[in-house]
């Protein structure tokens, strides 16, 4: 249903209740929203992002609800189709709409959705459209998480329309965000899943974000913020270069051995206060193994070794995380093998992204013995001191 957020602002969006996964990737426990949003001016009325095309006919029941019989814009402050592929069906209902977007952005919606080039009003940074008594204002902001992103501001309303950024994946009833742990949790897993790959571009953005006074923040997934602190203080923490005493382990293992270790590398690592984060591969959630990515100084990668190299589970979150680029500053991996193993160059060559030190990895033939447990020792001795040095514990 549509909501009132301010006098001239209604959210429009759809949720997605049942939604468990995006881009058959991102594991979706919450379920998602696409927020659309409409700003009714004296003059003109403009629908900032759309929805998911599966949604589209809740989005027109919303616009129905409130009235509309006009939109003279439609801005697109991103192309992807879960926030662009209604704008076909829209610009059906309403032909006269122009579609305002970036020039970057055009280029993807015409590949995308096959939108002709006379739909279009090109704008630039820092651009502004007037609705009458109300401004909106486009600050573009590349690689939050595609390059043709942009926000959009409202002045009057103090409203910042900031898209995927800032957003979470979570269906709920509440159209305004609280502070609860589970609101902040959601958050936190969006950037990392999504825009945690962008984090220097993100510091840039938000530092240029400080200019604007900014009341609420509407993003294009999850609830609204009306207290943007809470958002944008977190997103600080996140993307800062700090990082905590804490050890990330994945690992998967076929006949204990590799368990055994993980098992005594726990133990140990918790002996020195250190907080340790283990995740089975083969029940783990990749959703959560980001989370703990954001903020670990350290990640173990533990493995069998399966025809020589890292089992598949194993390879798949290594790809990941050289994806994902978190401030991981340490790396080590445990490997327990058969006959042979190529399984450190491997691993070194799937995380050419990271600028991390590689700690000595500790490769044991078969079950652990005494000697390797010993290593695992070393190993644990290492880190204490790298993470002591670093956070000056
Ligand atoms: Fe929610 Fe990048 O789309």
Same mark, same amino acid.
């Given at each position: 249903?549509?909501?009132?957020?301010?006098?001239?602002?209604?959210?429009? =969006?759809?949720?997605?209740?049942?939604?468990?996964?995006?881009?058959?990737?991102?594991?979706?426990?919450?379920?998602?929203?696409?927020?659309?949003?409409?700003?009714?001016?004296?003059?003109?009325?403009?629908?900032?992002?759309?929805?998911?095309?599966?949604?589209?006919?809740?989005?027109?029941?919303?616009?129905?609800?409130?009235?509309?019989?006009?939109?003279?814009?439609?801005?697109?402050?991103?192309?992807?189709?879960?926030?662009?592929?209604?704008?076909?069906?829209?610009?059906?209902?309403?032909?006269?709409?122009?579609?305002?977007?970036?020039?970057?952005?055009?280029?993807?919606?015409?590949?995308?959705?096959?939108?002709?080039?006379?739909?279009?009003?090109?704008?630039?940074?820092?651009?502004?459209?007037?609705? =009458?008594?109300?401004?909106?204002?486009?600050?573009?902001?590349?690689?939050?998480?595609?390059?043709?992103?942009?926000?959009?501001?409202?002045?009057?309303? =103090?409203?910042?329309?900031?898209?995927?950024?800032?957003?979470?994946?979570?269906?709920?009833?509440?159209?305004?965000?609280?502070?609860?742990?589970?609101?902040?949790?959601?958050?936190?897993?969006?950037?990392?899943?999504?825009?945690?790959?962008?984090?220097?571009?993100?510091?840039?953005?938000?530092?240029?974000?400080?200019?604007?006074?900014?009341?609420?923040?509407?993003?294009?997934?999850?609830?609204?913020?009306?207290?943007?602190?809470?958002?944008?203080?977190?997103?600080?923490?996140?993307?800062?270069?700090?990082?905590?005493?804490?050890?990330?382990?994945?690992?998967?293992?076929?006949?204990?051995?590799?368990?055994?270790?993980?098992?005594?590398?726990?133990?140990?690592?918790?002996?020195?206060?250190?907080?340790?984060?283990? #995740?089975?591969?083969?029940?783990?959630?990749?959703?959560?193994?980001?989370?703990?990515?954001?903020?670990?100084?350290?990640?173990?990668?533990?493995?069998?070794?399966?025809?020589?190299?890292?089992?598949?589970?194993?390879?798949?979150?290594? #790809?990941?995380?050289?994806?994902?680029?978190?401030?991981?500053?340490?790396?080590?991996?445990?490997?327990?093998?058969?006959?042979?193993?190529?399984?450190?160059?491997?691993?070194?060559?799937?995380?050419?992204?990271?600028?991390?030190?590689?700690?000595?990895?500790?490769?044991?033939? =078969?079950?652990?013995?005494?000697?390797?447990?010993?290593?695992?020792?070393?190993?644990?001795?290492?880190?204490?001191?790298?993470?002591?040095?670093?956070?000056?514990?």
């Amino acid at each position: 249903m549509a909501k009132k957020i301010t006098d001239s602002v209604y959210y429009v =969006g759809s949720r997605h209740w049942d939604r468990r996964l995006f881009d058959e990737l991102i594991p979706l426990p919450d379920g998602t929203t696409y927020n659309s949003y409409v700003v009714i001016g004296s003059e003109k009325t403009a629908l900032v992002d759309s929805v998911d095309p599966s949604k589209v006919h809740e989005l027109l029941g919303n616009l129905e609800e409130i009235g509309l019989d006009r939109i003279d814009y439609i801005i697109s402050n991103h192309a992807e189709q879960d926030h662009s592929g209604a704008i076909p069906t829209l610009l059906e209902k309403f032909p006269m709409a122009k579609v305002v977007t970036n020039q970057k952005c055009k280029g993807f919606l015409k590949d995308l959705l096959m939108i002709e080039d006379g739909k279009f009003l090109i704008v630039d940074d820092r651009d502004t459209l007037s609705l =009458g008594n109300k401004t909106l204002e486009f600050i573009l902001a590349s690689w939050v998480h595609w390059p043709e992103t942009m926000f959009t501001y409202l002045r009057e309303d =103090g409203i910042l329309f900031s898209c995927d950024f800032l957003g979470s994946h979570l269906a709920t009833s509440q159209l305004f965000a609280s502070k609860e742990p589970k609101v902040y949790e959601s958050a936190k897993r969006y950037y990392a899943e999504i825009m945690m790959p962008f984090r220097n571009m993100i510091k840039n953005h938000l530092k240029r974000l400080n200019e604007y006074d900014i009341r609420i923040v509407a993003p294009s997934h999850g609830p609204i913020y009306d207290d943007p602190e809470f958002i944008i203080n977190a997103y600080k923490d996140w993307i800062s270069d700090e990082v905590k005493n804490e050890v990330v382990i994945v690992y998967v293992s076929m006949h204990d051995s590799t368990k055994v270790a993980v098992e005594y590398l726990i133990k140990k690592l918790e002996g020195k206060n250190i907080i340790v984060k283990p #995740f089975n591969l083969t029940v783990s959630d990749l959703g959560e193994i980001a989370m703990a990515l954001v903020d670990a100084a350290t990640v173990i990668v533990a493995s069998p070794t399966v025809l020589t190299g890292l089992h598949p589970y194993a390879a798949n979150v290594v #790809f990941l995380l050289n994806a994902l680029r978190p401030k991981t500053r340490f790396i080590s991996l445990i490997s327990s093998y058969g006959w042979g193993s190529k399984i450190v160059d491997q691993t070194k060559q799937l995380l050419t992204n990271l600028k991390v030190e590689f700690l000595e990895p500790v490769l044991i033939k =078969g079950y652990p013995k005494d000697s390797d447990l010993k290593e695992l020792d070393e190993l644990v001795e290492n880190l204490h001191e790298k993470h002591k040095n670093l956070m000056k514990i």
